[in-house]
């Protein structure tokens, strides 16, 4: 059974940083793109970053010289520097892994809070 467990998350004052984390684990043949996704309340899941397996990252403008994304093997990371309040939601790991036998599919972690506030 494949899944894929964040960490990282909590309360931080703005300006500061966290480092969230994602392991993917289980029956696992390959991982194409990482990512990271973010939910605040009332707003529509959207992406932050994501990442090749080649290194090739991606981000959404509203993190662009902020956030970092990296991945090692099973892994990927998100550093996430001068965080503001708008920055506070609920971030998601997604991975597109082949699996078992040869399937694909995306799979999610269950989410970690961020919180930015003073």
């Known amino acids: 059974q494949v899944q894929l467990v964040e960490s990282g998350g909590g309360l931080v004052q703005p300006g500061g940083s966290l480092r969230l984390s994602c392991a993917a684990s289980?029956?696992?043949?390959?991982?194409?793109?990482m990512g990271w996704y973010r939910q605040a309340p009332g707003k529509q899941r959207e992406l932050v970053a994501a990442?090749?397996?080649?290194?090739r990252a991606n981000y959404a403008d509203f993190v662009k010289g902020r956030f970092t994304i990296s991945r090692d093997n099973a892994m990927v990371y998100l550093q996430m520097n001068s965080l503001k309040p708008e920055d506070t939601a609920v971030y998601y790991c997604?991975?597109?892994?082949?699996?078992?036998?040869?399937?694909?599919?995306?799979?999610w972690g269950q989410g970690t809070q961020v919180t930015v506030s003073s």
């Open positions: 997604n991975a597109r892994i082949t699996y078992g036998l040869g399937n694909s599919r995306d799979y």
């Open positions: 289980g029956s696992i043949l390959s991982i194409a793109p």
């Open positions: 990442i090749t397996y080649g290194g």
